[in-house]
């Protein structure tokens, strides 16, 4: 996806090094001191400390200002370290995680006593994890212990999808950021509750319910949700403005000449190609793929150019595009 902006940060960007042999030691180093590291995943860039030193993990809390009640997810390098993360592995449990991982579905179960109760914000239950990211992986296998692992961003702004949204967002409360590029799915795990015979979700995420095999159907606990689908989102600076899919001519054209020029427009390529001189294009995506991967940035670019309202042209809701138009429906509730 194309997009377009400046940057204009305020804190002091953190280092940001290639993962090579030196990178990935340097990383080990701050992790092996209670220290955090900004590590890319499929889904989006993790804030990762050691999910079994309270200390580190208190560090996670406070660098994103993640309200204490919010608990993180538990990150593996290898299937089998389920048994040890969690009290009862049940059989959809270990299906899940023998179908989907490595990858971005994430299993709610019962917690092992071992698990601080810092990382999983007093609750009986801990998330896991096993991403599917080579920098990560490798992060992962050379770590003692599990890593506990949120988006790297300040609570309540768009996840970072890059490594310098890290950098610069989180500045020195991360010792270093690895740079795996541009995160290739874009939106955040799919968080399932497993502990009982049928999966709930509990955030929306880029493991459908159709993959999943529940497309459709209503279960006990529907609605129930992850404690961080209690918090908004993000919360821009600007408002954000769904517009249906295939109504973005109209919708530029109901602005005046002085709202043009201030309003940013993110919508399908062909649409975009289309709008009249003037309109100030943030992005334009393929598809609901495509956005998926490009929007957090291109919030983060509308937020940098200065616009005073984005619309946004939404998107198929099948596959990862239901877990886009959720993020986006968080974006543009009012506020
Ligand atoms: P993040 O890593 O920033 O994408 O946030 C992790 C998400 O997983 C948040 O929405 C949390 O509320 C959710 N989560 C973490 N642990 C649990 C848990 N034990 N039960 C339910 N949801 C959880
Ligand atoms: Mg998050």
Known sequence: MLTMGAHSET???ASVLAPDEHGLQAALDALARGGLVGMPTETVYGLAGDAYDPD????IFAAKGRPADNP???HLADPEELGRVAA???PLARRLA???????LTLVVEAAASVPTITRAGLDTVAVRLPDHPVAATLLERTPRPLAAPSANRSGRPSP?????VATELG???ALVLDGGPCPVGVESTVVDVRGTRPVVLREGSVTREQLGIEGTRQAGEDQRSPGTRYRHYAPAYPVVLVARGGMGAAVAALTPEERTSTGVVAGRSTVDALPPGVRVIAGYTDEVDLARGLYGALRSAEDAGVTRLLVEAVAERGVGRAVMDRLR??????
């Open 56 to 59: 580190a993990v208190a560090r």
């Open 88 to 90: 009862q592995v049940t």
């Open 11 to 13: 804190v002091v960007p």
């Open 330 to 335: 968080r974006a543009a509730a009012p506020h």
């Open 72 to 74: 993180l997810i538990v």
């Open 161 to 165: 999808t890059r490594a310098e949204h």
């Open 98 to 104: 023998a179908t989907f991982w490595p990858g971005p």
């Open 172 to 174: 020195d409360a991360v």
